[in-house]
């Protein structure tokens, strides 16, 4: 792998950086080495950095928004900020009690609270996630049951037949993730075929708990999923921004927050 994962922690810099990006949409590298008093080469340095991770594109004289027709390729997706996703991943599986039945569907965080639930007992896991099957089948004490359909190169299953079987349960509890929430709450993603069956796990659970760390709050997917107020329960690794903040209390939308790791310095 091109990318290690001390490489694609974020600083506090960095996420000021997408903020103003989403906000003003073009950043100029004079302008940004201005805003925070730091070498014109420093700020080339952290755009590099955060196109490299594709959450910004170069542009002549500074950077922009990344595509939002286009995901983060699923290698670099598994590493960005991945002990953030593990900790959420165990705020989840504290949460999920022993006995449930659960959804469980494409994303790398969603992948992270599989495996956190290994050590319970008595679950049953439909999913649509064959890195999910993988990590929960060896346990004997769960029933994984597999939808079928068209499998993507991260092994996402998607498509027609995906949504039908989907529609056939009834479960405890929907565990979904998401590639961005706009401010006014709006759950955004990439693949319209990857949404129609998280819109089919909404329906169909009795619970439905989102999982997305901190950077999908300046993210801005092109395809509609839904509104934070369809979900009951989010856990991330931040407090969102206020907007967000505004919309969950709206919503009365239950919010989990990790504790926060301390930043490194980026000088």
């Avoid at 925070?36 to 755009?47: E, G, L, N, P, S």
């Avoid at 009834?170 to 709006?186: A, F, L, M, P, Q």
């Avoid at 300046?218 to 206020?242: A, K, W, Y």
Wanted: hydrophobic share 40%; glycine share 6%.
């Amino acid at each position: 792998m091109k990318t290690r994962l001390s490489q694609l922690s974020l600083s506090q810099r960095h996420l000021d950086i997408l903020e103003m990006a989403k906000q003003s949409g073009f950043l100029s590298t004079e302008e940004l080495s201005k805003t925070f008093k730091v070498t014109a080469q420093t700020i080339r340095r952290d755009i590099n950095e955060l196109c490299d991770k594709g959450l910004l594109r170069r542009y002549h004289g500074g950077a922009g928004l990344a595509s939002s027709v286009e995901n983060v390729d699923y290698p670099t997706r598994q590493v960005l900020n991945h002990e953030a996703k593990i900790r959420i991943a165990h705020m989840v599986a504290e949460y999920i009690p022993d006995n449930a039945s659960l959804f469980i569907n494409i994303g790398t965080t969603t992948e992270e609270v599989a495996k956190a639930l290994r050590g319970h007992r008595k679950l049953r896991i439909i999913t649509n996630n064959l890195n999910v099957a993988a990590s929960l089948c060896d346990n004997e004490d769960f029933e994984v049951i597999v939808a079928g359909g068209v499998v993507r190169r991260d092994r996402g299953v998607i498509g027609e037949s995906t949504i039908d079987f989907v529609r056939q349960f009834k479960v405890d509890y929907g565990i979904i993730g998401i590639s961005g929430v706009d401010g006014d709450g709006t759950l955004l993603d990439f693949d319209y075929r990857e949404v129609r069956v998280a819109q089919a796990i909404i329906e169909n659970a009795r619970q439905v708990i989102l999982v997305t760390d901190h950077t999908k709050f300046s993210c801005n997917p092109m395809v509609r999923l839904g509104h934070i107020s369809e979900i009951d329960v989010l856990f991330t690794d931040r407090q969102p921004p206020e907007s967000i903040m505004a919309e969950l209390h709206k919503a009365k939308v239950e919010l989990h927050v990790s504790d926060p790791v301390e930043e490194e310095s980026d000088d």
